[in-house]
């Protein structure tokens, strides 16, 4: 098989597995930001963080990890600069990961409105599994996808091979 072209867009084939993990970095930086608010008793920023953040969860669940605006940041400024990716990865399991990032970080938004405890909680949850992906590769999102669909409780959508 073909290098592909670090220039071209992604396509339904797959995605470059690289951007993914810049885009978890972002968010990252943003869910320790949140949680070092909500720890200093700046609840209410917290919260706002915390609702921008599942916003753009949904965005990645919703449009998928190609149409996010930090998969936009990634392909303008960083993918150009870098070698061609080895392999292609299906965008399945990363837009599953934003749906799981967007169901922990809002019912922090929505439980968080009444006992601002579960806006720090859910940031730290968030923040272990970006950290995870960002750091080391391992996007844990991913992996319930993965365990969903070959245990048949998930259907594969169209891509390429994880």
């Known amino acids: 098989m073909s290098q ?5 867009k992604p396509d339904r084939a797959g995605i470059d597995p690289r951007g993914p993990r810049f885009s978890a970095g972002i968010t990252a930086v ?3 930001l949140d949680l070092f608010l909500s720890l200093v008793g700046a609840q209410l920023a917290a919260w706002i963080l915390l609702f921008a953040i599942a916003v753009l ?3 990645g669940a919703v449009a998928g990890v190609q ?10 400024f960083v993918r150009p600069r870098l070698a061609a990716p080895a392999e292609l990865e299906d965008p399945a399991p990363p837009a599953f990961a934003q749906l799981v990032g967007l169901v922990i970080t809002g019912l922090g938004v929505l439980i968080g409105g009444l006992f601002p405890v579960v806006v720090a909680i859910a940031a730290a949850l968030a923040l272990v599994a970006a950290f995870l992906n ?3 590769g391992f996007c844990l999102g991913c992996q319930l996808y993965l365990l969903l669909v070959r245990s048949g ?3 594969r ?6």
């Open 57 to 59: 969860f949904a965005w």
């Open 157 to 162: 959508s169209g891509g390429a091979a994880a």
């Open 134 to 136: 960002s750091a080391f």
């Open 30 to 32: 943003l869910l320790a």
């Open 67 to 76: 149409r996010h605006p930090y998969g936009w940041l990634y392909r303008r």
């Open 4 to 8: 592909p072209d670090p220039h071209s």
């Open 153 to 155: 409780l998930l259907g």
